[in-house]
């Protein structure tokens, strides 16, 4: 299934922004280079939230893996252009079935693990999947047991595991039927501009919505963090993140295959597994919240007895970023802290250390890809357009220090959300430019208005007296206090003003602190006093969405 306009497809491929490598082809790629190289290991803890002992596969073994799979699928009557809902945890079969289901051309909807009924039975009705793959057991309890009802005697369900009412295709007989299946995927009509994923929003303003990407769209994502890594051929790639979006999709699976390098898997967060992952594991690059990088710094004692000399850098979004955080890790551990701000949609800004050197600027900063005076190292800078635009009056933005709604096209950006004509008319603009939900503004004059400065979602902006106040700012200025692990802010309703600022702080062990604390903090920091959060929330931790972003929505709840 192409969704993609055919002019569309020929001008990225005459500039060479697309190929023809699908994520099967990649993949028998690193087959044939490094069969016996070991390629994909799951969480050491692995049977104790799930099923199944951790294993640890070469890439033979997984094609092994994957031919048992795609087979069983083929058997089961799936091909080209079904769709399939996928539900796992991060074990090796996720990345394996993203595999053999491609192969046969199956659309994946992959979905978050703690999506519970309600989210299936939209994904469902949203895009009429042929079929469901979940797993029999999660921490102690069968999540796919309640789906049943869910699904018609026409869907096809699978699991990894035992489970009434559903096939298990966790242990299977070698494929017996591999020349039929072959034969059939040598003669479909096939390429790089098919759908590969219908993936799912994380839902911070809403319903979740689908967002339908192509092996191209995937592709030329992990080129940006290929980049982004500093990625080289044979390189050790640690997975923390939930295997369904751009950040582990674009950042890990597909860079896996194009290193032809090893692929480690970890699930649940925990951050003593993590850390030995990365030590016992000798990994050269992975992903973490900011909040677990400001844990590491305070607390010295676990970086003791951990080799992490192979590490180069670690990605890092989601949330603002400390100018302490980042120029520690850099200065006094020798580990490059990268920037990152994406979407499943397409939104596409690094700052990396060979664009922007000063970790400081790093922490704070992204290049303005995609504006014509600017030249940048990223290659996907060249392959995208991006222009901020004022939220009342729709102008363009082209001085400093004002917030803009950042509008993007290009290479990396979705042709719309999937069976939503209407919501597509809405979210891009008359040159095609995708409306990003997202505020920055242009940098000051004294960095030569090279970069764009995050300031907030749109919908997130607090009005306080007539007043706009970014709670991203007051995030990225408190996290760096030193009795607070993890902070976020949020408006709540008043009366009088509309709205006033509400704080709501996740405290350091050990640590306390007061709303006077915070003043203070920020009046050190010279921000206007009118930006002050007014009530204070002490809670043990923020209530996040599956993907890690904080739900400020929720937040408001605290202030009523």
């Known amino acids: 299934m192409i969704l993609t306009p055919k002019n569309r497809i020929k001008e990225y491929t005459d500039n060479g922004w697309w190929n023809s490598d699908t994520l099967y082809t990649l993949f028998l790629d690193a087959c044939e280079e490094a069969g016996n190289k070991e390629a994909l290991l799951d969480p050491p803890n692995r049977n104790e939230f799930t099923i199944g002992d951790p294993r640890r596969l070469t890439f033979n073994d997984v094609k092994k893996e994957v031919d048992r799979f795609s087979s069983k699928f083929f058997d089961l009557g799936f091909r080209k252009d079904d769709k399939v809902i996928l539900q796992l945890p991060n074990i090796v079969e996720l990345a394996i079935l993203y595999i053999a289901l491609s192969k046969i051309g199956v659309i994946i909807s992959p979905a978050p693990i703690q999506y519970g009924k309600f989210e299936i039975e939209k994904i469902i009705k949203d895009i009429s999947p042929k079929g469901f793959i979940g797993i029999s057991e999660f921490n102690g309890k069968n999540l796919i047991d309640d789906l049943k009802d869910s699904f018609s005697s026409n869907h096809v369900l699978m699991s990894l595991g035992e489970s009434e009412g559903f096939i298990d295709i966790l242990n299977l007989n070698n494929p017996t039927n591999l020349d039929e299946l072959n034969n059939y995927v040598d003669s479909m009509d096939y390429g790089s501009n098919d759908l590969l994923t219908i993936c799912w929003t994380s839902g911070t303003t809403g319903s979740p919505k689908g967002v339908p990407r192509s092996h191209n769209l995937w592709g030329t994502m992990a080129k940006a963090a290929y980049h982004l890594a500093d990625t080289q051929k044979g390189d050790i790639l640690l997975n923390p993140f939930p295997l369904v979006n751009m950040a582990s999709i674009g950042g890990f699976l ?35 919240a900011p909040a677990i990088m400001n844990m590491l710094l305070n607390n010295k004692s676990l970086f003791e007895n951990l080799d992490l000399s192979n590490l180069r850098s670690i990605g890092c979004g989601g949330a603002p970023l400390s100018e302490w955080m980042v120029e520690s890790f850099q200065n006094n551990h020798g580990i490059t802290i990268q920037n990152i701000f994406g979407s499943n949609e397409g939104m596409s800004l690094f700052s990396t250390r060979d664009d922007v050197e000063d970790p400081k600027l790093r922490a704070v900063y992204f290049p303005r890809f995609g504006v014509s005076e600017f030249d940048w190292n990223n290659p996907i800078s060249k392959t995208i357009k991006t222009k901020l635009i004022n939220l009342e009056t729709n102008e363009q933005i082209s001085s400093p220090g004002q917030p803009g709604e950042l509008l993007i096209s290009g290479s990396t950006v979705f042709d719309g959300y999937w069976n939503a004509p209407e919501t597509n008319k809405e979210v891009f603009d008359h040159e095609g430019f995708f409306r990003t939900g997202d505020m920055f503004e242009i940098s000051s004059n004294e960095t030569k208005n090279r970069f764009y400065k995050y300031q907030g979602r749109c919908k997130d902006l607090i009005i306080r007296g007539g007043m706009n106040i970014s709670p991203e700012e007051l995030d990225y200025l408190l996290i760096s206090h030193p009795s607070i692990l993890d902070v976020a802010v949020t408006g709540y309703d008043d009366k009088v003003l509309g709205e006033k ?50 739900l400020r929505r929720n937040l408001k709840d605290l202030f009523t």
């Open 501 to 550: 600022v509400g704080v709501v702080v996740v405290p350091n062990e050990g640590e306390s602190i007061e709303l006077s604390d915070i003043s203070n903090f920020l009046k050190e920091a010279g921000i206007a006093k009118y930006k002050y959060p007014e009530e204070l929330r002490i809670i043990d931790e923020l209530p996040r969405n599956p993907v890690g972003k904080v």
């Open 254 to 288: 597909f860079n896996w295959l194009i290193c032809k390098g090893k692929l480690i898997q970890h699930h649940p967060f925990d951050l003593g597994i993590f850390l030995d992952q990365m030590s016992q594991e000798k990994v050269n690059y992975t992903i973490a």
